[in-house]
């Protein structure tokens, strides 16, 4: 593939690893494949959107989500595309709708995310500088051919572009060759996905998928990642 793994980037940390994210709200599903990521001693981040929707149920298997040792992180009260919001909103109405309305909600339900994601990875340098001020770091998407993009070499960082694991989008060679260049060049590799095999969805990981990138990382001895521990 000429041309597609030219950027490499060369990084410090003590150990490699991947970081393994999932946005929006398909708590049931994340929470079926919760055996999956223990199977291989992963710990994921899940960014929630629209938390205000969550029924009681779906918290206590958020609850036991974290409990399990992954990340709860933060993806907006209605997960509008925050470039085209400002637009029309001024920055303080723009933080009470999309930041504090639902951070506040799940604050009062003992959930502290302190790490942020973009809707549809839309961001400015002045957003990020406004939600840097609240959390330790804001991930985007990357959708570029810049794959390095996807890849740190420390654990502090503010800005981080996600490699999407979903249908249609990277290969499992793109992203073996991915995992093969952060372990050896001591990075950390942050991917995204949304849920986890549901044909019905529009943005969905395959099971087998998943599990090749699981497996890839074990069989390296590589560092499964929160994203708060990557973050300033
Ligand atoms: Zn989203």
Redesign the pocket.
Known sequence: MPGCYKYERSGNMDKPGIALTF??RSIDNWFKYLSLLDSFGAKATF?I?SYHLLTIEEKNKLREIQRHGHEIAY?TTF?NNLCEYFKLHRINDLMQMEIYQDLKKMNRDGFYPRTF?Y??GSHDYYLDNQLLAIFKSVRALNGGNDLAKSVVGTTSNAILYALSMDNNRRSNNTIERMIDLANKNRNCLVMVG?QIENANAKYQVPYEKLKFILKKAKSLNMNFYLISEISY
Do not use: E, G, K, W
Request: aromatic residues 20%; negative net charge; charged residues 20%.
């Open positions: 946005d929006d960014y959107s993806h997960h994601a809707p549809f949304h």
